[in-house]
């Protein structure tokens, strides 16, 4: 199979050819996952949580995100590696630089930031030096202190007009990708049709051009809380690699999410 790129994911956002993601933290996973065709491998900040148990995201490292982002980059063929920055790390651009210049090295094709119009500047900054961006709006659990909770954005006009001009000012300043959190369907939707490049959805709706979800979650082994935009797919599966390709499969065919998973 074709190495997935930036222009092939816009391709598939042009011809409506679903998008799967998952979060992925070592190389056996990622070499798993490829092979069920999930096109992005994302080592997210959740790390903190499914993996070292934490309760938020905030007491992730750039060095723990590289570590695993090194692993995951050796276990995969052709998807996408994706590495998220974590909370402090791009407060100002020469440090967001400095930071998503260690994931890039340790093998991540792209890096996600949390946050909206106030982080345009930043992302622009490390497109315009080789590190391409995927932005990341609507819930963003880095901001769970000011935000009072993981709870839905983006339900109130105001907030939803906000979140469009978000989602265009970080499309302009060239991000290559945009993950929408828990935020109504229908919202969703209308970010995907104004946006020309790839939506990611996680609690978004079935319109996005992708769907993201929490590897632990998807094979229902994370003990916490199961937010409603989650899926169990070893209901029915006797091994990981025909949950993970059940998942594949449902994003393609757009059964997943459905109304159940939706806000
Ligand atoms: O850290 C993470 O797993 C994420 C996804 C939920 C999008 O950012
Ligand atoms: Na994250």
């Not at 190389?27 to 065709?37: E, H, N, P, Y």
């Not at 996600?112 to 609507?138: M, N, S, Y």
């Not at 998942?247 to 393609?252: E, G, W």
Request: hydrophobic share 45%; glycine share 12%.
């Amino acid at each position: 199979t074709k190495a997935v790129t930036i222009p092939s994911l816009l391709q598939m956002r042009g011809a409506a050819n679903k998008i799967a993601m998952l979060t992925c933290y070592d190389a056996s996973f990622a070499s798993l996952m490829d092979r069920c065709g999930v096109e992005v491998l994302l080592i997210g900040d959740s790390l903190g949580m499914v993996c070292n148990g934490h309760t938020s995201t905030l007491p992730v490292t750039i060095d723990e995100v590289a570590y695993h982002t090194a692993a995951v980059a050796r276990g995969a063929k052709s998807a996408m590696v994706l590495a998220d920055m974590p909370f402090g790390t791009y407060g100002t651009k020469e440090d967001a630089l400095r930071n998503a210049v260690k994931l890039m090295q340790a093998g991540a094709h792209m890096v996600k930031i949390e946050g909206g119009e106030w982080v345009a500047d930043t992302v622009r900054f490390l497109g315009e030096r080789a590190v391409p961006v995927c932005a990341h709006i609507g819930l963003t659990p880095q901001f769970v202190h000011q935000l009072g909770g993981y709870k839905v954005q983006g339900k109130t006009t105001e907030g939803a007009e906000q979140l469009k001009r978000d989602a265009l000012a970080l499309q302009s300043a060239g991000a290559s990708m945009v993950v929408l959190e828990a935020i109504p369907a229908g919202l969703g939707r209308e970010v995907t049709e104004l946006l020309s490049i790839p939506t990611i959805g996680i609690g978004a709706g079935p319109d996005c051009s992708g769907q993201v979800l929490v590897m632990h979650d998807l094979l229902g082994v994370f003990p916490g809380r199961k937010a409603r935009f989650v899926k169990n797919f070893m209901d029915g599966q006797t091994s990981i690699e025909a949950a993970v390709s059940a998942y594949v499969a449902a994003v393609k065919d757009g059964s997943f999410p459905g109304p159940e998973h939706c806000f």
